[in-house]
């Protein structure tokens, strides 16, 4: 082989500077792409932090507004509301949930007057914050999770939290037809505009460990009777294609680190948005890994979101939102 013309492709031109890298970058993270899940709860005087996520906080009211502030002024796309009643208002029907003044429709209200015109505001749809038992629907007399009558409740759920000044609501409790309950039952009380995003991709992961803190979760059991087996790609699929059809405006792949081929090949199936949720247990590892001096932080974090972003996933819930949205304007 002639040693002066090999080799005759030479890729590592593209490399050579960091100017040369940032210009033919195939895939770019703006902080209007990331979506900062946030919790509040109500029988709190000052930000309760989070043992198993450093650096998370349950938020009282007066927190609360001042996270959604700092989330508008770094240009975030949106927040993600999650609310955490007291132990003393759960029940088997996660009644709090459709409290008009129960906390997570107050903060909606909170939020929207806040910062409605500058972010998205979003609101967990599910009833596993609210209910004693911990699952995401009302409980059959068996103790089996009753699908249809779970979805009466998510249609009231539904209508309060438009009633809040939610933008978008999350449906995360993976029951069959929940898109097509919620989407017949805004429409019929005149929330024709409020957007449906769908946890279309939501699988029965280990990875949420560190959420159940976040929440207050009183789970017993597990959730896989309704959510996705880790095993299973097709089948996420075909829930993201029939979410699509109920009137989903945007579907979900949870977690994402773990399920990147399923971010590829949701958001190649779909012709609406696809986005993905770095869970608490993703969150938790890098921070653990970084914490023990194992891993650089920031290029971690910056990695994984890159990843996400790479494998079709429009936009990304991360808890380092505010982070790398500063990180990427320099401030």
């Not at 699509?244 to 979900?252: K, L």
Request: glycine content about 8%; aromatic content about 6%; hydrophobic content about 45%.
């Amino acid at each position: 082989m002639d040693q002066g013309v090999f080799p005759a492709v030479r890729p590592r031109r593209l490399r050579s500077t960091p100017a040369m890298r940032r210009l033919v970058a195939e895939t770019r993270i703006d902080p209007a792409q990331l979506v900062l899940p946030l919790f509040v709860r109500d029988d709190i005087v000052e930000p309760m932090p989070l043992q198993s996520m450093p650096g998370v906080v349950q938020h009282t009211f007066d927190s609360l507004k001042g996270a959604v502030t700092e989330a508008a002024e770094v240009g975030l796309g949106g927040v993600m509301l999650f609310g955490v009643p007291a132990d003393s208002a759960k029940d088997a029907s996660g009644s709090a949930a459709t409290d008009p003044d129960g906390v997570l429709n107050a903060a909606t209200r909170l939020v929207a007057a806040e910062v409605g015109e500058a972010l998205v505001v979003q609101t967990d749809l599910c009833l596993d914050e609210f209910t004693d038992h911990g699952h995401c629907g009302v409980l059959a007399p068996d103790g089996s999770v009753d699908n249809d009558a779970t979805l009466v409740r998510y249609r009231d759920m539904a209508v309060e939290q438009a009633r809040a000044g939610s933008a978008l609501l999350g449906l995360s409790g993976m029951m069959d037809g929940q898109v097509a309950a919620v989407r017949a039952a805004l429409d019929a009380d005149g929330f024709e505009h409020v957007a449906v995003l769908a946890y279309a991709a939501k699988y029965a992961s280990a990875f949420y460990g560190p959420f159940r803190e976040a929440v207050g979760s009183t789970l017993r059991g597990d959730r896989k009777t309704y959510q996705l087996d880790p095993a299973n790609g097709r089948e996420g699929v075909r829930e993201a294609l029939l979410d699509v059809a109920e009137g989903a405006d945007v579907v979900m792949v949870k977690p994402a680190l773990s399920y990147l081929d399923l971010v590829a090949e949701v958001s190649a199936a779909v012709s609406v948005p696809t986005w993905a949720y770095q869970v608490s247990g993703e969150y938790a590892m890098i921070e653990a890994a970084a914490a023990n001096g194992w891993i650089d932080r920031d290029r971690a974090i910056l990695e994984s979101l890159t990843s996400i972003r790479r494998a079709g996933a429009e936009a990304v819930l991360t808890y380092w939102a505010v982070e790398v949205a500063r990180t990427l304007k320099g401030l």
